[in-house]
């Protein structure tokens, strides 16, 4: 059981990760296509 658990782990950090870069890709083109958005929410970066 230990052994299928660890995979399942690593599994999960790899999809947690893969959201994660969807989400900020999604985010932005979401910016690059509205513009306005960029403006609306201030990015703590910049």
């Known amino acids: 059981m230990a052994a299928h658990r660890k995979p399942r782990q690593r599994l999960s950090t790899g999809s947690a990760a ?10 932005a083109a979401t910016a690059a296509v509205l513009p306005g958005a960029a403006h ?3 990015a703590p970066t910049a």
């Open 40 to 42: 609306a929410d201030p």
């Open 18 to 27: 893969r959201t994660a870069a969807t989400l900020a890709f999604a985010g």
